[in-house]
């Protein structure tokens, strides 16, 4: 338990971060990376990595599918969120953060 508090502040940062100047540091990333190891060696592994690999397919096959509609930081990004909601918990996390992140991407276009 005491694991998801660094991943949960971390996150936190990524989110403000990314919001306010749309890049997400490696830094920051790399961190959360090594939490979410430690989170997933003392969870079900299997489970964990699967989440991880299905994470960062399904946002690389974004990423070239959509040129450069989603950023690199959110790629680096997915891995460490799977290992920690594993699988198939990742759709989740994925489809929630989606509807999540709707306001923000049209307030984005339309200020284009």
Do not use: C, H
């Not at 489970?47 to 790629?75: C, H, M, N, P, Q």
């Amino acid at each position: 338990m005491m694991w998801l508090v660094p991943i949960v502040l971390l996150t936190f940062v990524i989110i403000l971060t990314d919001i306010r100047s749309r890049r997400i540091p490696n830094q920051l990333n790399l961190a959360l990376f090594l939490f979410s190891l430690g989170y997933a060696a003392r969870t079900s592994w299997g489970s964990s990595v699967a989440g991880a690999l299905a994470g960062f397919g399904f946002f690389l096959v974004l990423y070239f599918g959509t040129k450069g509609g989603i950023g690199e930081g959110d790629i680096k990004l997915i891995p460490s969120l799977g290992l920690v909601a594993g699988f198939p918990g990742i759709i989740d996390l994925i489809f929630i953060s989606s509807l999540l992140s709707l306001p923000f991407a049209i307030v984005f276009l339309l200020m284009k």
